[in-house]
């Protein structure tokens, strides 16, 4: 009879990017995140669960808890079973919190959605983006029965186990590189007030529209797709402001993926996050805005200085005195360095990019939607072949800038097609709501 | 599919069955929602409805008892104990209310935090010693048998829970500074409590070595 080798626990530190995450996340903004694939018949329960059983066998870093060490959270193998559920939250509620070992996903299904919900730790939207679709393979492959060509599918995301579990922070960026952080003198970005929603309530107001037209409309203009919605954006939040206000700039926090600047095919997080910065005057032009906002990403957007930002975080990680100071100390520290950064940020935009899946299986699959929780207001684009998604979450009860944004896409002869989570009497679904609490 | 309903001022079909258009609240066609994310029933934490009012009879109690104290002084400051009390009571309960989710971090933490209390309140009325001589050593023991007792019930992972009997155990071998520092003066309950904790992690070490160097890699990484 062989004897069994009990193998010690399989576990790794979290990436550059994850370790910000624990320290602030709470109840108001878990630093959830969802991916949702909407079909064109009824989820089939049975079929979700079987898929991702097998999806999980492929990606065996969403099969982890996160615990608390001495100095940095990390990442733990685990034994728990991943349940798909019938959907009985509210959308983006917290994963980690308390002292509970979760993992560090949530698959769940509504009628004709599917959806993914990740705290982001584990991945970032790309990541997650290729858990997703693997899933909805494997679901529709279980589900329909339809064979698809080997070459369709494995070549699109044709990564070795390591490879998908790569810390690309690690193997880009170093300490030797990188220089001192930034002073941020900057003049403090306008921050949008009014009414807010309970902690754990967030508005979802989905926008779908044709993906031809608006890159159609984007190219009139002469700018990408992300440009010139950041563009509508900043006018949709300049038409709310005062002219004292005006005085402020509106700073977008953005986040790029640097997947596309350096190769990897990491399924963790691997992103940076750069702020596109707008001044605004007593009129809004919406050109001149574009303008602003076109010469901002052309600054931040050399892949020099990319890495020199990132080789700046990876020596803030590394640094010796950092890295000594007991996690019980780093966390109000951690919190309070996001808090305060979070002062030069007015809204948020992320274009999450194309999603591609096999042709065969386009007539089961209607859209793909993306959102994430937020502290104030988040913008993301998802697109799946001619469906262009817009998705806005807000913090406040009031969906003027939402109103705004979509009247200046409809006004561009675009048609959109509106989602949103409100009820009629303007309840967000859900009557009661709790303080913020620190999660961690 | 859900079915939808076209707002004029805002250009758009606004899915589900809306009576108000969720961007500009003008009244559109339909008469009730029907829509893509499910009515979800509100969570009322029953927990914290019961410490909301634990908290309002703690502050009764402590300004009452204070109240009474100033107006009949004759029998010195009692009112400091209840307040003293109820201070510990909390902070001893807000532990392990925060610590549930593992008990055998609840375990360790209250170990540690209800030796310390002891101490302080030993300290306060006079040291008589009952605190070192008693209280820290058999709680300590106690709580070694304990977390033993729960790991074979609760057959768990060694690897989960090593880490906690190391803790329990160092603080366990602690009490030798009882004895040595001449603060205790009736000893046999430290000296348990020292010979369990050196055979825990002897055995420990000797059994689960390879288990227990692992745990300490994790939590210990930098």
């Not at chain 1, 009985?88 to 993914?116: A, D, M, T």
């Not at chain 1, 305060?340 to 274009?351: V, W």
């Not at chain 1, 096999?358 to 859209?367: A, G, H, V």
């Not at chain 2, 104290?69 to 009112?79: Q, T």
Request: glycine residues 4%; aromatic residues 10%.
């Amino acid at each position: 009879m062989a004897t069994k080798i009990r193998q010690p626990r399989q576990w790794s530190r979290l990436d550059n990017a994850a370790k910000i995450f624990p320290p602030s996340s709470s109840t108001r903004d878990p630093r959830v995140f969802r991916v949702a694939v909407e079909l064109t018949q009824e989820a089939d329960p049975e079929s979700l669960q079987r898929a991702l059983d097998k999806t999980l066998e492929l990606f065996p870093m969403y099969k982890s808890v996160i615990k608390k060490g001495l100095f940095w959270y990390y990442l733990e193998a685990s034994d728990l079973k991943a349940a798909v559920s019938e959907e009985c939250e509210l959308p983006c509620s917290p994963i980690l919190f308390g002292n509970r070992k979760r993992l560090l996903f949530k698959v769940s299904y509504y009628k004709f959605r599917i959806n993914l919900e990740v705290y982001h730790a584990l991945s970032d939207g790309t990541g997650a983006l290729q858990f997703l679709r693997t899933l909805i393979v494997l679901y529709l492959q279980d589900k329909h029965g339809c064979e698809l060509d080997k070459d369709a599918f494995a070549l699109d995301y044709d990564a070795a186990r390591s490879e998908r579990d790569d810390d690309s922070f690690l193997k880009y960026f170093s300490k030797e590189r990188g220089g001192r952080p930034r002073n941020p003198r900057a003049p403090k970005a306008y921050q949008i007030r009014g009414d807010m929603l309970p902690a754990g309530q967030m508005s979802i107001t989905e926008g779908l529209m044709p993906s031809s037209k608006i890159k159609a409309a984007a190219k009139a203009y002469g700018a990408t797709i992300t440009e010139f919605l950041t563009a509508v954006l900043v006018t949709a939040i300049g038409e709310g402001m005062s002219l004292r206000q005006r005085l402020k700039p509106v700073n977008i926090s953005v986040p790029v993926n640097l997947r596309q600047y350096f190769p990897s095919l990491s399924a963790r997080n691997f992103f940076a996050v750069i702020t596109v910065r707008c001044k605004l005057g007593p009129e809004i032009v919406f050109e001149d805005v574009l303008a602003q906002i076109r010469r901002s990403f052309a600054d931040e957007l050399t892949e020099e200085k990319i890495r020199t930002r990132m080789n700046t975080l990876a020596a803030l990680e590394h640094n010796v005195a950092m890295k000594a100071v007991p996690l019980v100390l780093k966390n109000p520290i951690m919190h309070a360095a996001v808090m305060t950064s979070k002062r030069q940020i007015t809204a948020g935009l992320s274009n999450v990019g194309q999603i591609s899946l096999p042709e065969q299986l386009s007539k089961y699959i209607r859209l793909v939607d993306a959102f994430s929780s937020t502290r104030n207001l988040q913008v993301i684009l998802v697109s799946y072949r001619d469906s262009f998604v817009i998705n806005f979450t807000s913090v406040f009860h009031s969906t003027d800038i939402q109103r705004r944004f979509f009247r200046h896409i409809t006004r561009l002869g675009i048609e959109c097609e509106i989602s949103t989570n409100w009820t009629d009497n303007r309840d967000v679904l859900i009557t009661e709501g709790d303080d913020e609490q620190r999660v961690l | 599919m859900t079915s939808s309903v076209f707002c004029e001022k805002c250009n758009v079909t606004v899915r589900g069955n809306y009576s108000r258009c969720p961007l500009c609240q003008q009244p559109l066609a339909g008469e009730a929602v029907d829509g893509i994310f499910p009515h979800v029933k509100p969570h009322i934490r029953r927990l914290k409805k019961i410490m909301r009012l634990a908290a309002f009879f703690s502050i009764v109690s402590v300004v009452t008892c204070v109240a009474l104290n100033v107006a009949f002084p004759s029998y010195g400051w009692w009112s400091v104990f209840v307040i003293a009390g109820l201070a510990s009571l909390w902070l001893s309960l807000g532990v392990l209310i925060n610590k549930m989710d593992n008990i055998y971090k609840a375990i360790v933490w209250q170990v540690v935090l209800i030796s310390v209390l002891a101490l302080v309140w030993d300290v306060f009325t006079g040291f008589r010693g009952w605190s070192v001589d008693f209280v820290i050593p058999i709680l300590c023991t106690a709580s070694m048998a304990a977390l033993a007792v729960i790991a074979q019930a609760a057959r768990l992972n060694l690897e989960d829970y090593v880490i906690y009997l190391v803790i329990d155990a160092v603080w366990g071998i602690l009490c030798i500074l009882l004895i040595i520092f001449n603060i205790a003066e009736i000893i046999i309950p430290s000296l348990i409590c020292v010979a369990v904790s050196v055979i825990s992690l002897s055995a420990l070490y000797i059994f689960a070595g390879q288990a227990l160097k692992a745990e300490l890699k994790r939590r210990l990484h930098l």
